[in-house]
C-alpha cells in the first residue's frame, strides 16, 4: 500500500501587461507499507519536492472583446527535492524519492470562454523529461484536461473535470522500465466556495478513475482528494 500526500505552494504574479509568471513549491510526503512478502523494504520520505517556474503570456482575452481566453506558456522543473534518501543503508528507488534531480522543459497553453455564469476551460502541457539522478529518467508526461464551473450564486460553484495523463516508461541506466508509464483518465466532480466581494475562494475535488490502460503490473490509485485554497492580492 503506498500513501502520497502532496501540499503545493504555489504563487503567480503579473509582471506586465499579457504576461504572468507562476511559482509551484510542492512538499511530498508519502510511505510504502508490505503484507507479503514482509522480507521486502517499506518506505517512508518526506521534504521539499522538485519546484516548477511557468512564464505565460495571454494572446486574446474576452476583457478585450475577443472570443476567448486564450494562452501559452513555457516552464522548467528545477531539481531542489533530495536523491540520496536511504533505508536501511541501501539508497531508496527513485520512484520513493521526493525529487529526481533533473530539469525538465515544459509547454502548455490553455483556452477559456465565459458565458454568464458558466465558465468552460481546456488545457494542455507536454513535460520533456530529463535524465536525473542515479541514472534515472521519467517518462515523458503528456495531461490534457477539460473543466467546466458553473456559478450557482455569489458563494458557490460546481466544477467537472474530465483529466487525462499520458506517461512514457520510466528508463533506468539507459533502459526501458516496461512495467512504468501508461495512460489514464479522471472524471472530477469539486466545489468552489467563495467570498463575495473577494477573489479568494477555497475548494474540494475528487478525482475518479474512468479508465486506465497502465504498462505491465504497477501500483495505480483507489482514490485521491484534492483540496485547495486561494488568496487573490
Known sequence: ????????????????????????????????????????????????????????????????????????????????????????????????????????????????KKMGGLKLNAYASYTFSQEGDNDYRWGDTFQFDLSSVYCLNEWIALDLELNSVWKDKNEQNGADIDTTGGFQMYLTPGVHLMFPGTKHHLAVGVPITVYRDLNGPQLSEDYRVVLKAAFVF
Open 1 to 112: 500500500e503506498k500513501e502520497i500526500y502532496v501540499h503545493n505552494l504555489i504563487a503567480r504574479y503579473g509582471l506586465i501587461d499579457n504576461l504572468e509568471l507562476k511559482v509551484k513549491i510542492p512538499y511530498k510526503d508519502w510511505s510504502i507499507q508490505r503484507q507479503e512478502p514482509v522480507t521486502k523494504p517499506e518506505f517512508d520520505n518526506s521534504g521539499l519536492s522538485d519546484s516548477t517556474v511557468w512564464a505565460r503570456y495571454q494572446i486574446l482575452s474576452q476583457k478585450k472583446k475577443d472570443p476567448v481566453f486564450l494562452w501559452a506558456g513555457v516552464g522548467l522543473n528545477i531539481p531542489t527535492g533530495k536523491t540520496d534518501d536511504k533505508t536501511n543503508g541501501k539508497l531508496d528507488p527513485m520512484t520513493m524519492q521526493v525529487g529526481d534531480g533533473s530539469w525538465d522543459p515544459i509547454l502548455d497553453f490553455g483556452i477559456t
